[in-house]
């Protein structure tokens, strides 16, 4: 067991290893040396994986309240993640200082590896209700991948656990959504929107949490748009790596929101 005086800021947050592990591929042919821009786009895409193991971590933590029939405490979470959100967001504007020249060369060196690969992403995906949008037996290959992402396929998404609270704090959601498929994509319910009304008007405290998650979903969408723009801008029309459709992809994405029924309802005050 290591004493407690032996621990430095170097040795807590294994800033050795962390340092070691943005090793580019790439090659400049006149120097010898990686090209300039290849730290910055490792750096730049190993900190949004760190960021959504912590998206994950706050949102199982929000489950888990939601779950004690604790929104409030749920809510925490809530506020913390949309900070996160928006530091994603910033981190594409550090992305765009990076011209479509200097992306150019080095892409080749990435192969086929692609965003689109991102199985954290997938995780947060899945957790929010998208899962469509992917199948775990792609990522067979890497077997801690597969069985996370098979749980959260066969999980309830946050949605549901939401609503499912809500039920049993006396706002009658129907059977229907509760006993619902979740391996489907979510649906929005009249039901549940008449029940969310009801929570608008009679529940100021509950309704800051609707609006939190609302907050939530439009973040997400936020987050989509701007990096939809940011492929677009780096590679234009251009497929992208992995095989993937690189913008083309991505706009499909947009204008899908993640909790339907929040959205619906704007129109009933």
């Not at 992403?121 to 209700?129: A, D, I, K």
């Not at 067979?140 to 949605?159: D, K, S, V, Y």
Request: include cysteine; charge should be negative; aromatic fraction near 10%.
């Amino acid at each position: 067991m290591t004493d407690a005086q032996d621990v430095t800021y170097g040795s807590y947050l294994k800033i050795d290893e962390l340092l070691s592990l943005q090793q580019c591929r790439s090659i400049d042919a006149e120097t010898g040396e990686p090209e300039h821009e290849e730290t910055l786009f490792i750096v730049i895409h190993q900190v949004y994986e760190l960021w959504f193991k912590q998206i994950l971590h706050e949102l199982d933590e929000m489950v888990r309240h939601f779950n004690a029939d604790e929104p409030f405490r749920g809510g925490h979470q809530l506020k913390r993640v949309l900070k996160i959100l928006k530091t994603l967001v910033g981190q594409i504007d550090i992305l765009e200082t990076m011209t479509p020249l200097e992306f150019a060369e080095f892409r080749s060196f990435l192969a086929s590896a692609s965003g689109f690969q991102s199985a954290q992403f997938r995780e947060v995906e899945s957790m929010l209700g998208a899962k469509d949008r992917v199948l775990p037996e792609w990522f067979e290959q890497n077997p801690r991948e597969h069985a996370n992402l098979l749980r959260r396929f066969e999980e309830p998404t946050l949605w549901d656990s939401f609503v499912r609270m809500l039920d049993r704090l006396g706002w009658s959601i129907p059977d229907e959504v509760l006993g619902r498929d979740v391996t489907l994509p979510i649906e929005s319910s009249e039901q549940v929107q008449q029940a969310l009304i009801r929570i608008y008007h009679e529940d100021p405290s509950l309704s800051v949490l609707c609006e939190a998650l609302t907050d939530f979903d439009e973040g997400i969408q936020e987050w989509r748009d701007r990096h939809v723009m940011m492929v677009q801008r780096t590679i234009g029309t251009k497929p992208g790596t992995g095989g993937s459709d690189g913008a083309t992809y991505l706009r499909s994405t947009l204008f899908r929101p993640v909790f339907p029924d929040l959205w619906a309802i704007r129109a009933a005050f």
